[in-house]
């Protein structure tokens, strides 16, 4: 995924979301992003609570990397497992980022834009991280192997989560490693 989405507030969950999120965002003097959404950018997110409910929350897209001004945006599904950085987090710290789609760049520079009938909730996991003088909850997006949708358009795509499923890719962990080797749906494509 090359780094860019689309979170439109006004339109059916992303509504009901953003309201709770834009909630917590207030009294912690963050700006949750919207329409376009670009990585190190407040974002909605799902997460669950201590009674592992889903709700919404506020993570800074990206993980803040080890040179000065790195971040790293996406992990790949097929090495989260082995790699340091990520394994612990993705295993204990799943989050689903809920969208109205997402954007790729083919090797022309052209825009195109992938959505469905419905909202798009996309893979991810998350860390807590001291930020001076308070916490900041930062957020990664899983990508796999492109389906035959964005094939054509990118070598990577998001691990997207059937939206009955979200319950289970943020509590049960043995699903979430299921998934990660899942085909992905079909999706629309309109140049963007």
């Known amino acids: 995924m090359c780094g860019r989405y689309l979170f439109d507030p006004t ?9 709770e999120a834009a909630a917590k965002a207030r009294k912690r003097q963050q700006v949750i992003a919207v329409n376009d959404v670009y990585p190190s ?11 592992q409910a ?19 945006i996406n992990a790949r ?3 989260v497992e082995t790699k340091k950085t990520f394994q612990a987090h993705f295993q204990q710290s799943r989050c689903v980022f809920p969208m109205s789609g997402f954007y790729e760049w083919n090797h022309d520079k052209q825009k ?46 998001p691990v997207l989560i059937d939206p009955q499923d ?7 962990l043995s699903f979430a490693q299921q998934m990660l ?10 140049k963007g």
């Open 166 to 172: 979200v319950p289970a890719w943020i509590n049960d």
């Open 41 to 51: 950018d407040h974002v909605v997110t799902l997460g669950a609570n201590r009674q």
């Open 77 to 79: 599904a097929e090495t």
């Open 112 to 157: 195109f834009y992938f959505s469905r009938d419905t909202v798009l909730y996309v893979a991810g996991f998350y860390r807590m991280l001291q930020a001076g003088d308070q916490l900041e909850t930062e957020s990664i997006i899983l990508t796999t192997e492109p389906n035959a949708s964005v094939a054509p358009i990118h070598d990577r795509m």
């Open 181 to 190: 080797q899942a085909d992905m749906p079909s999706l629309h494509v309109a």
């Open 11 to 19: 339109t059916g969950e992303l509504a009901t979301y953003y309201q």
């Open 54 to 72: 889903i709700v919404s929350g506020v993570t800074k897209w990206g993980f803040t990397g080890f040179k000065k001004g790195h971040l790293m």
